[in-house]
DNA sequence: TACAACAATGCAACTTTGTTGCAAAATATT
DNA sequence: AATATTTTGCAACAAAGTTGCATTGTTGTA
């Protein structure tokens, strides 16, 4: 896993620094997505705050993750498939944020469906962002 | 149009005040959708910072306004329709965001499609939110 | 392995953004 | 018109994000 990492980030052209890849890890540990806040609480003790901005900032350009868009104002990030290249991102799955737990899913089994747009507009990117009941708060 | 604004306000049980009627009447001048700062631009030598945050939060309580989420952290918010109830909001129609002029639209025709989610997991709401170039700010 | 070139980090200072409590002012109610 | 209620502005604060620069760490090459 350690290997696999240092990897990723050679693959992307990236210098291999402690920073780095302990923020891919916990990518990799938690699974779901994060936001700012979640990893400078995961890991203030180890990195600058500014690291931390800047190493996601690189890892978005790098498509090694992407960003989903919220509706609170807290941005929150997660692993990019293979097929992500830098510039232009792939990710045309479902997102679902949890209201009750606040996690943040990536759901790979539904694919976002076409949208059929006004004359003149030029899709670049779509999100499908879903808010409800994750399937551990169901009652 | 100044007497629709107030009647707005009225029918959702708030108080007349410059703040809300000036606001209110931005929303319906430019159209589109605003974010906090925008709004702050146009209205910041009326009105405090504070009263702005205030306005919109109570705008949103009340169902005239709904925010869409944008993946810059900064939530963008637009003029509900008339369906719009206080506590849950029905606009089920598709957000452009456009990477140029940074435009927020609302597309009306629109409207976002059913999305079937694996087991547990309840929608409570649905944000396709499609970023690219608009139609003005195509060549 | 050591060295030079380059890139990343930490620190400090700063700007922007958002929040809270309370007194003053405006609005609504009778 | 007078009182009760709401809203606003102010101040102070907390949180989030940015920038420049010196220091440290990483990479490629001899």
């Known amino acids: 896993m350690q290997a696999n990492i ?7 052209q990236l210098s291999i620094t402690e920073a780095r890849k302990k923020i891919l890890s916990l990518f990799w540990e938690t699974g779901n997505a994060m936001a700012h806040g979640d990893i400078e609480q995961k890991s203030s003790a180890d990195f600058d705050r500014v690291t931390i901005y800047r190493t996601l900032q690189t890892f978005v350009e790098k498509g090694i993750i992407h960003t989903i868009p919220t509706a609170d104002n807290s941005v929150r990030y997660a692993l990019c498939k293979d097929e992500c290249a830098a510039g232009h991102h792939h990710d045309d799955h479902v997102h679902f944020i949890c209201d009750d737990c606040g996690i943040t899913y990536c759901i790979d089994e539904v694919s976002v ?27």
């Not at 240092?6 to 992307?12: A, M």
């Not at 990117?125 to 169901?138: A, R």
Request: aromatic share 2%; hydrophobic share 30%.
């Open 113 to 139: 469906p076409k949208v059929k747009l006004p004359k003149g507009f030029k899709a670049a990117q779509t999100d499908l962002v879903i808010s409800g009941t994750c399937n551990k708060c169901d009652l």
């Open 6 to 12: 240092t990897e990723i980030l050679r693959k992307h």
